[in-house]
C-alpha cells in the first residue's frame, strides 16, 4: 500500500493526526521527530517542521529520502487572501507559488521550470475532489501563494495582483519545490485562520486549533480514498 508522508508547520496542527494515529514508531533526525504509523488504516509518517518554507523544504526531502514516503501532503493552516473565503474554509492547492521570489529564478535556472508555478498531483487532486463532494465543510480548489512573512491586510492586495491566490502560508511551495525536483506527488490542504474581516495575527492565534482540525480531517478523508 501507498506510504503518505504528512508534513506540518507547527505542533497545533499535527496535533489532530497524531491523536487519530496508530503511531508505531518515532524517530529523530535533524532536530524533528518522524511519527511513523496508520492513519485510518493509510500507511503514514507524520511530522512538523517549524515555520517557512526552508523548514518545510528540509523536512520534504527528510520525508522522502528517510521515511521512503510516496507522497507528501502538507496541511494545516492558512491566510485567506481571495474574499470569498470565510474562516475554517479549507483550500486544497492546485498549484502553488512564491510571491515573494522572482519568476525567472525558477525558469532560467535550477530547476528550470516551463512556468513558477508547482503543479499539484493530479491523483492527490482527484482524491480531494472526490472527497469534497462528501466532505461537511467547505473545500475550495486553487492557488496558495508562499511567502516568508505573516501577511495582513496592507499586503493582501499586493498578493492579490501579482499571484491571484485563494490563500496565502509560509510553507507550502517550500515543501512543493522539494517535491517538483524529487519527482514526488505533492498536495496541499490548508483551513483558513484569517481573512479581509479578521485579520491580524490575533485571528490566527484564536482559530489556528479549529482550523488545524479542519485541515486534517480533509487530509485524512482523502488519503483513505488516494490509497484505494
Partial sequence: MKKAGILCASDTELAPFLRTMDIHRITEK??????????RQVPVTAVYSGVCRVNAA???????????????????????????????????????VYHDVAPD??????PWMP???????????????????????PVFFGTIATGER?????D????????????????????????????IPFLAVRSVTDTDAADGAEAFEQNCE??????AGVTAGLLEIWVR
Fill in 58 to 96: 528540509v523536512a520534504a526531502e527528510l520525508l522522502i529520502e528517510v521515511s521512503g514516503v510516496d507522497a507528501v501532503v502538507n496541511a494545516g493552516t492558512a491566510g485567506g487572501i481571495d474574499p470569498k473565503l470565510r474562516l475554517f474554509d479549507t483550500v486544497v492547492a492546485e498549484r502553488s
Fill in 156 to 183: 493582501r492586495e499586493r498578493v492579490r495582483q501579482r499571484c491571484a491566490p485563494l490563500a496565502v502560508d509560509m510553507e507550502t511551495a517550500g515543501a512543493a519545490h522539494v517535491c517538483y525536483v524529487n519527482g
Fill in 150 to 154: 505573516f501577511i495582513e491586510n496592507q
Fill in 105 to 110: 529564478i525558477l525558469t532560467e535556472f535550477h
Fill in 115 to 137: 512556468s513558477a508555478c508547482f503543479p499539484s498531483d493530479g491523483a492527490l487532486l482527484s482524491a480531494a475532489r472526490r472527497y469534497a463532494e462528501v466532505a461537511e465543510v
Fill in 30 to 39: 535533524a532536530m524533528l521527530k518522524f511519527y511513523e504509523g496508520t492513519l
Fill in 210 to 215: 479549529k482550523a488545524s482540525e479542519i485541515a
